[in-house]
């Protein structure tokens, strides 16, 4: 079936350099994703989101980039803090609004 | 942003008993919730979706008769785990989806922790 999956199941960076986080996904008809961030023992956190008209978008410290050519999406955190450090989830909302998600990517910051 | 309460947060049941996890849209009407399963490491894994005021629509392999769902308001929908066991034991979580005027959203509970000796 469709799914979303993610290339790295952990990603370690330097508290102040920059973070890529990478997701590729299968359905060619998504139009809509998001990208979200969890915490140890809690629910996600909506991040970023971007529609598939679009092929960037910044929010604060973050930027999620859509390349639909190649089904792939990413999320860049600038000047990574140890607040950062999470599991982060990107998610194709399909038909009906339901979520796929990825496999996750934590993300561990060192000081 | 939008509130979604999940209750319990944590709960440990022993084995053949039920446990009801409730989700709730504080500040916002949810015509439709969806509830989550996840295993340590893994993703969120769908469950069900629950409509207001009608069945819940399952995933394949997720039994209904295990899993009962009722969304009788606008604002709650429950999920009841049937005669639990041990490998009912995981992270559930809930998400209500807010309608407005151009977009919907997806608002996620805090999650409740299954445990089941």
């Known amino acids: 079936g469709e799914s979303v999956g993610l290339h790295l199941p952990t990603l370690s960076v330097q508290e102040g350099d920059n973070s890529i986080i990478n997701c590729a996904y299968s359905n060619s008809a998504s139009d809509y994703f998001i990208w979200y961030k969890q915490e140890s023992g809690k629910g996600p956190q909506f991040i970023i989101d971007i529609r598939s008209n679009m092929d960037k978008r910044q929010g604060q410290r973050v930027t999620v980039l859509l390349n639909k050519t190649v089904k792939h999406l990413s999320l860049q955190i600038a000047a990574t803090q140890p607040g950062d450090s999470a599991v982060y989830f990107c998610a194709e909302n399909n038909a009906g609004n339901m979520l796929t998600f990825g496999g996750g990517t934590r993300l561990m910051v060192k000081p | 942003g939008a509130v979604v309460s999940q209750h319990p947060s944590r709960v440990i049941c022993k084995s053949g008993t039920s446990v009801k996890i409730e989700c709730r849209s504080l500040?916002?009407?949810?015509?439709?919730m969806f509830w989550y399963r996840q295993f340590p490491k893994q993703s969120l894994m769908l469950m069900a979706t629950?409509?207001?005021?009608?069945?819940?629509?399952?995933e394949q392999g997720v039994e209904k008769d295990k899993f009962l769902i009722n969304h009788a308001s606008l604002t709650l929908s429950t999920l009841t785990v049937t005669s639990a066991h041990p490998e009912d034991s995981s992270f559930y979580i809930c998400?209500?989806?807010?309608?407005?005027?151009?977009?919907?959203?997806?608002?996620f509970g805090q999650g409740t922790r299954l445990t089941v000796v």
């Open positions: 998400s209500a989806v807010k309608t407005g005027r151009f977009d919907t959203e997806a608002f």
């Open positions: 500040d916002f009407q949810a015509t439709t």
């Open positions: 629950s409509n207001e005021g009608s069945k819940a629509t399952y």
